[in-house]
Nanobody, 122 residues
Framework: QVQLVESGGGLVQAGGSLRLSCVAS????????MGWYRQAPGKHHRDLVA????????SYTDSVKGRFTISRDNAKNTVYLQMNSLKPEHTAVYYC???????????????WGQGTQVTVAS
């Protein structure tokens, strides 16, 4: 059983900061790319916010460049998203995902967390 558990969401005033965390646990052999997605209110899809490879290479959607920072601690199977200078339009449910290789099954599989709500008040 593999789980991804996010934390760190909440209500913040515009201009404030939040740091999201996501911990992967279970029968994991290795973790390749980890990422953060968000689903804005009224939207039916999730948009990629940022991703990071096991080697530390990062990628960001244009709207968060210079404002959000993704990082990871491979020893802790954890990915972070530092969000600064938040705006109301950043309000969304944020989901982490991870491309995993498992101990018991050959292949790579993508797992998702349950999501954490981020609300930015104006």
């Amino acid at each position: 059983q593999v789980q991804l558990v996010e934390s760190g969401g909440g209500l913040v005033q515009a201009g404030g900061s939040l740091r999201l965390s996501c911990v992967a646990s279970g029968s994991i052999r290795s973790i390749n790319t980890m990422g953060w997605y968000r689903q804005a209110p009224g939207k039916h899809h999730r948009d990629l916010v940022a991703s990071i490879t096991s080697g530390g290479s990062t990628s960001y959607t244009d709207s968060v460049k210079g404002r959000f920072t993704i990082s990871r601690d491979n020893a802790k199977n954890t990915v972070y998203l530092q969000m600064n200078s938040l705006k109301p339009e950043h309000t969304a449910v944020y989901y982490c995902n991870a491309d995993l290789q498992l101990v018991t099954i050959i292949g790579q599989y993508r797992y998702w967390g349950q999501g954490t709500q981020v609300t930015v008040a104006s």
